[in-house]
């Protein structure tokens, strides 16, 4: 299993980023996916996750109706779009396999993590 997330940055607060995670080593189709995040002296936290065939989503409070998590099975990408940005958005973003086609937990592996950090 492979999973190499892409995307991180520095960007300003209100502005927009995209993230997206290769996978490979798997069947990508079978498996949910997440986005998690983790900030300097935090735990890590779900973002936001989604089922194998993306009929179903799931956002942390504090970024819904900004974050939007998508997938692309024929090119094994989950993508994370992260709109109007604030600073306490930045922390390693981490991309997860879950565990069965509609359960995003517990992780069957993780991504590398990319950095996003929202500064002025």
């Known amino acids: 299993v492979q999973l190499v997330e892409s995307g991180g940055g520095l960007v300003q607060p209100g502005g927009s980023l995209g993230l997206s995670c290769a996978a490979s080593?798997?069947?990508?189709?079978?498996?949910?996916m997440s986005w998690y995040r983790q900030a300097p002296g935090k735990e890590r936290e779900l973002v936001a996750a989604?089922?194998?065939?993306?009929?179903?989503?799931n956002y942390a409070d504090s970024v819904k109706g900004r974050f939007t998590i998508s997938r692309d099975n024929a090119k094994n990408t989950v993508y994370l779009q992260m709109n109007s940005l604030k600073p306490e958005d930045t922390a390693v973003y981490y991309c997860?396999?879950?565990?069965?086609?509609?359960?995003?937990?517990?992780?069957?592996?993780w991504g590398q993590g990319t950095q996003v950090t929202v500064s002025s």
């Open positions: 080593g798997f069947t990508f189709s079978s498996y949910a």
């Open positions: 997860g396999l879950g565990a069965d086609p509609f359960r995003w937990g517990p992780q069957r592996s």
């Open positions: 989604i089922t194998s065939a993306g009929g179903s989503t």
